[in-house]
Structures are given as structure tokens and as C-alpha cells.
């Protein structure tokens, strides 16, 4: 059973990608060969790859990396080690990163990967060779210019130091330097960026502070759910928080926890660090049903776990006025349109959770100049750079009368278009 609901939300998603990306195509009318070339990925590996267990036993992991397009640069986005990745999931996922760094304005394409595994079945140095033997069957498919890999579900900081270490460990001693920025998301000590660990979370508490200025709305006292709360459901708590937001429910892998006065973002950390991750069992709040989770009352829903987990069959028990997409895709093409129909805005995750994309940028232009820049700094160039993606999807949305999902794909599309027109198709 479980497998059937993980095959259907990994084809749920290409299907929303393509439906989004097909949308948006009619709307601006997109150059049919060029819409050709986006409708597919450039290149795809599956790699299958003994590890040894702590115990001896030898088990055979899969692989993937699928770069969809570099058109703008080199190919960027994240690992994910969890049961639902595959080929399909990282199509999807490797699309929507493309969008997303169109539309931030980086010189970025898309990639996206991982491996099929339930990470919390091993213990660390397992993963830790796990990962070291996936970096090594990736080999120069990825590259500090031409692929760079970075953090995503159940991957962190420690893994990509691992990526980091066994790749550099494949170069002449000569141009090991030359290669810290062959992924991003590394811990600070290893050459990371100040602040790239909140960055996700500060991004789509931005972009709703963003919103909330422009419809006049002010963040005190409002109440949000979030569902996951792994790195960027933590920080994006944390900045709501300070902003006078009030957490009333929050759902992970362990359960769906409620507290109509308030849950203390750092209380609840406290315990997830003390009970592997999980918010179940949380003192100040009160277990509910996972299928009542999105039905919760609240004025502000973010999704921040896995992508199609709002679907047709629970937007309607949505009460927020407001869904900001911290995951990729978190909310299905048939749920969204019941939603608009409803009046539920929505901040698209190519826009939505872009800060994370934004951070791993300025990690890698650190690296590759030899620079190290403070947090307050790194902060201030994000706050800059979301802004600017934030006011051009608020004004082609209100120019042309279309939804912010659509308004942001077609900026981001459009900007693909324009390259391939002016450099043209080899040969």
C-alpha cells in the first residue's frame, strides 16, 4: 500500500511539472522548438553501487542525477536520500530547479538526485560511506562548473562535506583547491557560506513578509501551520516568530501536533533534537489526526515536507488565506485551482523557497573568488535578491491578470527563451 501512495506521488509530480510548464508555455505563446528542448532533460544517470554495512553484510544502493538544462549555467540542485526518489521524482525536481534559478536571475540551470533510502536505517558511518561511494559513481558528471550538487531532504551540511572530500580526493593535489565549489551547502569550516543553513527558511519567510506588505497585512498575531520540520520548516518558524506569528500546528513523518494559544518554535526544536527529529510527544501541544492537519484554523499554511501533499481532497478543508510553498510542489495542479477559485493566495516554491538556491550562489561565488563574506552581508544580498523576483512576479501577476504560479513561470521560462533565441541551436 505504501508503495502504491510513494508511485503515485512520484508520477504526481512530473505529471504537475509538465501541466505547470504546459500552461505557462500557451500562455506566452513559447517558441514550439524551443519548447521542445524544455520539455525534456539533457541527460540522465542511475547508478547502482555496493556499500559494506557496519555488520559486513554487503547491501547495493540506487543512484540518480538528472540535469534537465544549462542553458544559463551550469547545472545546480539538491540530494535528497529518501524511499520516493527516483528517476521520475528527480525529472520533476530537476525541471522545477531550472525555473527556479531562471527566475532568481542566477547563472544557473536544473539538476536534482539522490538516493532511494530511508537514512534513519543507518547509522552514520554508513551514510557516511553511502555517500562517498554515490560521490565517486557520480564521478566528473558533477563539477564545480558544470554540476553543483547541494543539501536537500535528509541530506545536510555533513553529507555535503563527504561529497566534498571524496571528489577532491579524485583530483591532482594541484587543483584539489580549485574544486571547493563542486557543491554548496558545506559546513562553514569546510568552506561554507555564513547563513546558507537558514537561507531556505529565511527566503520563504521573506517572500511572505513580501506579501504580506504589499496587501497591507501586518504578521502579528497570525496564526500558521507548517508542515516539516526539518531545516527550512525551523527557520522559517524562527522568522515568523520574531515577526509576532503565532505556530499553532505543525505535521512531520512522526505525526500532526496542534496548540490553538501557540507553540514555542524553539521549544519544539529543543525536543525534535532530542527525539531524533520528530515533533510526536512535543508536552505543549496536542496529537491530532494526520488527515486534519491542513484543516487546522490559521491564516498562513506552509508546506515545507514533501511535494503533492495538498491535493484535491484536503484544499478544501484549508482555512489560511495564504500558502507559501517551502517544498517543491507541494500542492497539485487540481488542489490549486480550487484554491484560487476559493481566493487562497499562493507563493509559488520556484519563488517561495528559492532563498536556498540563493544562499548556495553566493556559497560558490565565495569559493570561487576566494572570499569570505559575513552573515549580516550574505542576509543583506538575499533580502535584495528576493525582493527583486518578488516585485517582478507581483507585477506581471497584477499586469496580466494571472496567478502568481503562472506570472513566475512565465518570467522564468521567457528568460530561457530569450537565451536560446540569441545564441541559436547547434549546429
Given at each position: 500500500m505504501i508503495a502504491k501512495q510513494q508511485k503515485k506521488l512520484k508520477q504526481g509530480m512530473l505529471d504537475n511539472v509538465m501541466r505547470q510548464f504546459n500552461y505557462s508555455a500557451d500562455n506566452i505563446n513559447l517558441n514550439p522548438n524551443i519548447r521542445k528542448i524544455l520539455s525534456i532533460t539533457n541527460n540522465e544517470l542511475v547508478v547502482h553501487f555496493p556499500v559494506k554495512m557496519d555488520n559486513g553484510d554487503v547491501e547495493v544502493f540506487t543512484g540518480y542525477r538528472v540535469q534537465h538544462n544549462n542553458a544559463l549555467g551550469p547545472y545546480k540542485g539538491g540530494l535528497r536520500y529518501h524511499p520516493t526518489v527516483d528517476i521520475d521524482a528527480a525529472r520533476a525536481l530537476a525541471m522545477w530547479m531550472t525555473w527556479k534559478t531562471s527566475l532568481a536571475g542566477l547563472p544557473y540551470g536544473g539538476a536534482k538526485g539522490g538516493i532511494q533510502l530511508?537514512?534513519?536505517?543507518?547509522?552514520?558511518?554508513?551514510?557516511?560511506?553511502?555517500?562517498?561511494?554515490?560521490?565517486?559513481?557520480?564521478?566528473?558528471?558533477?563539477?564545480?562548473?558544470?554540476?553543483?550538487?547541494?543539501?536537500?531532504?535528509?541530506?545536510?551540511?555533513?553529507?555535503?562535506?563527504?561529497?566534498?572530500?571524496?571528489?577532491?580526493?579524485?583530483?591532482?593535489?594541484?587543483?584539489?583547491?580549485?574544486?571547493?565549489?563542486?557543491?554548496?551547502?558545506?559546513?562553514?569550516?569546510?568552506?561554507?557560506?555564513?547563513?546558507?543553513?537558514?537561507?531556505?527558511?529565511?527566503?520563504?519567510?521573506?517572500?511572505?513578509?513580501?506579501?504580506?506588505?504589499?496587501?497591507?497585512?501586518?504578521?502579528?498575531?497570525?496564526?500558521?501551520?507548517?508542515?516539516?520540520?526539518?531545516?527550512?520548516?525551523?527557520?522559517?518558524s524562527h522568522f515568523l516568530e520574531n515577526e509576532g506569528a503565532i505556530l499553532v500546528g505543525v505535521q512531520d513523518a512522526s505525526g500532526s501536533i496542534i496548540n490553538e494559544n501557540g507553540i514555542s518554535v524553539e521549544d519544539l526544536y529543543k525536543h525534535t533534537m532530542q527525539h531524533k527529529g520528530a515533533v510526536a510527544g512535543f508536552n505543549d501541544a496536542t496529537p491530532i489526526l494526520n488527515e486534519n492537519f491542513f484543516g487546522i484554523n490559521c491564516d498562513i499554511c506552509v508546506p515545507a515536507a514533501l511535494g503533492n501533499q495538498i491535493t484535491a481532497n484536503n484544499a478544501d478543508s484549508i482555512k489560511a488565506f495564504l500558502i507559501a510553498e517551502g517544498a517543491n510542489g507541494p500542492t497539485d495542479v487540481e488542489a490549486e485551482k480550487i484554491l484560487l477559485e476559493k481566493g487562497v493566495a499562493i507563493i509559488p516554491d520556484i519563488l517561495c523557497n528559492s532563498g536556498g538556491v540563493i544562499g548556495s550562489y553566493y556559497e560558490w561565488l565565495q569559493n570561487r573568488n576566494g572570499e569570505i563574506w559575513q552573515l549580516d552581508e550574505v542576509l543583506e544580498k538575499m533580502h535584495k535578491k528576493l525582493k527583486e523576483s518578488f516585485n517582478k512576479v507581483m507585477k506581471t501577476a497584477l499586469e496580466k491578470d494571472i496567478d502568481m504560479r503562472t506570472a513566475a513561470f512565465n518570467i522564468a521560462i521567457e528568460r530561457l527563451e530569450q537565451a536560446y533565441v540569441q545564441r541559436g541551436i547547434f549546429p
Open positions: 530511508d537514512p534513519s536505517k543507518y547509522s552514520q558511518a554508513e551514510l557516511e560511506r553511502i555517500t562517498r561511494r554515490f560521490t565517486y559513481a557520480l564521478g566528473d558528471n558533477i563539477g564545480p562548473e558544470l554540476d553543483i550538487p547541494a543539501p536537500d531532504v535528509n541530506t545536510n551540511p555533513q553529507t555535503m562535506a563527504w561529497i566534498l572530500d571524496t571528489y577532491m580526493s579524485t583530483k591532482a593535489p594541484s587543483e584539489r583547491s580549485k574544486n571547493m565549489h563542486v557543491v554548496t551547502g558545506k559546513p562553514v569550516g569546510a568552506g561554507g557560506s555564513e547563513g546558507r543553513d537558514r537561507a531556505t527558511g529565511y527566503g520563504v519567510f521573506l517572500s511572505i513578509k513580501f506579501w504580506a506588505e504589499n496587501k497591507k497585512v501586518s504578521l502579528k498575531d497570525k496564526k500558521y501551520i507548517v508542515q516539516g520540520f526539518g531545516n527550512v520548516g525551523y527557520w522559517t
